[in-house]
T-cell receptor, first 114, second 112 residues
Framework: DTGVSQDPRHKITKRGQNVTFRCDPI?????LYWYRQTLGQGPEFLTY????????KSRLLSDRFSAERPKGSFSTLEIQRTEQGDSAMYLC????????????FGEGSRLTVL | TQLLEQSPQFLSIQEGENLTVYCNSS?????LQWYRQEPGEGPVLLVT?????EVKKLKRLTFQFGDARKDSSLHITAAQTGDTGLYLC????????????FGQGTELSVKP
């Protein structure tokens, strides 16, 4: 399967711990997005990359969140000192080219902070 | 900050009924997309509209982009139980890097 893959699919952690999520986009896609989604709501934009360059990070995102895409391929999203409010589904998506191109989403990484 | 407001947030109808979902903003978008999401899965693209006034049809689904490119609607004719899901509109503005911003979604439940 050559779709977007995310790992892990589920993560349960205790408050204060650090967690890292990985996203492997479709290989020829140069744009990669991270979104956060809570139950029944639309995805909330976190950050996105054009190749290895991080073009924008949401102002809603605290300094505890960091994302990288070191070689313009896979990406990682790290959350430091997790809080209960961080519990959500973290979605990764990739696209080829620019704004009106289709985003292909992974199945998400569900985070539960106890 | 560009925002997309969807209405209604929840919709429960009987199979065979028609429905319309609205997506509104005070901002102009360069393009607008509609996605459908099922539980435990990522959103999947239904359609992209880029021209003001554009109408696109996908079987029983009709999508419209407002003349001013600030709003859009999704109309479903003769809904089926398989249409159940979360419907999301998402807009992009080329002048702001082209990132995709989503509305809060419309949860549709079609009952047999």
């Amino acid at each position: 399967d050559t779709g977007v893959s995310q790992d892990p699919r589920h993560k349960i952690t205790k408050r204060g711990q650090n967690v890292t999520f990985r996203c492997d986009p479709i290989s020829e896609h140069n744009r990669l997005y991270w979104y956060r989604q809570t139950l029944g709501q639309g995805p909330e934009f976190l950050t996105y990359f054009q190749n290895e360059a991080q073009l924008e990070k949401s102002r809603l995102l605290s300094d505890r969140f960091s994302a990288e895409r070191p070689k313009g391929s896979f990406s990682t999203l790290e959350i430091q000192r997790t809080e209960q409010g961080d519990s959500a589904m973290y979605l990764c998506a990739s696209s080829r080219g620019y704004a009106d191109r289709e985003l292909f989403f992974g199945e998400g990484s569900r985070l539960t902070v106890l | 900050t560009q925002l997309l407001e969807q209405s209604p947030q929840f919709l429960s109808i009987q199979e065979g009924e028609n429905l319309t979902v609205y997506c509104n903003s005070s901002s102009v978008f360069s393009s607008l997309q509609w996605y459908r999401q099922e539980p435990g899965e990522g959103p999947v693209l239904l359609v992209t509209v880029v021209t003001g006034g554009e109408v696109k049809k996908l079987k029983r689904l009709t999508f419209q982009f407002g003349d001013a490119r600030k709003d859009s609607s999704l109309h479903i004719t003769a809904a089926q139980t398989g249409d159940t899901g979360l419907y999301l509109c998402a807009g992009a503005n080329y002048n702001q890097g082209g990132k995709l911003i989503f509305g809060q979604g419309t949860e549709l439940s079609v009952k047999p």
